[in-house]
């Protein structure tokens, strides 16, 4: 009789007993992953606002400490839609300047791009562009009309618009927008870049009193 119960007491689990709770684990897991899934995909977008955010800042300093003129150029022809393309422009060589050079492409996420969204506000960050064009850069204090996708640091800081290679152009503000084509509305982001100073600045889309508003992070 002891050695009966003994038997019994080490029988373990059944295979209909481990099934269920194998069952259990999947269908708790697949609940996980469903609620996280909008935390997943609003990470995508932090991603774009973070790689945009770091190229034009390690790109100014670049300018700076290398005393060349650096170009940022978003979704340059040729690269798919979401590149960011960097190239410098070398000194002169006898008058002469070498042609320009590409030193790195990054690229966002592919569920997120530089787009604007119906419901933005009027009021722009930073006072420049207009909300409705993605890359609005070339704002200058002649009045530039801004729709350019490129900006150029040059050695001083300061963000031209490249149409002089000797000294960058004209001081060059503008913004850009991102977005999630399958987010929300808040979770836009956008840049700013200030000619005079270079200043880069990030917002975000916050909801503030019941409007719409962008709010620097």
């Not at 340059?76 to 979401?82: H, L, N, S």
């Not at 490249?162 to 001081?171: E, R």
């Not at 977005?179 to 200043?199: L, M, N, P, Q």
Request: overall charge neutral.
């Amino acid at each position: 009789m002891e050695e009966t119960m003994n038997f019994h007491k080490q029988r373990g689990f059944s295979l209909l007993e481990m099934l269920t709770v194998v069952s259990i684990g999947f269908v708790l897991a697949g609940v996980g992953f469903i609620s996280m899934m909008p935390l997943l995909n609003k990470s995508h977008i932090n991603t774009a606002y973070d790689t945009t955010l770091m190229v034009l800042r390690n790109t100014r300093q670049l300018a700076i400490t290398q005393s060349h003129e650096y170009i940022v150029t978003f979704n340059p022809g040729g690269y798919a839609a979401g590149t960011i393309l960097v190239q410098y422009q070398p000194a002169s060589i006898g008058g002469i300047y070498p042609a320009v050079q590409n030193v790195s492409t990054y690229a966002i996420p592919s569920d997120t791009s530089f787009a604007v969204m119906a419901g933005f506000p009027a009021s722009t960050p930073d006072g420049f562009g207009t909300g409705v064009i993605p890359l609005d850069f070339g704002y200058t204090p002649s009045g530039g009309s801004g729709g350019s996708s490129t900006i150029v640091f040059m050695p001083d800081g300061s963000a031209r618009d490249g149409t002089s290679p000797s000294n960058g152009g004209n001081y060059s503000s503008g913004v850009l927008y991102m977005i999630r084509a399958a987010g929300t509305i808040s979770d836009s982001r956008s840049i700013t870049v200030w000619g005079a100073t270079g200043r880069i600045r990030g917002w975000r889309l916050d909801v503030l009193s019941g409007v719409n508003t962008w709010v620097q992070q």
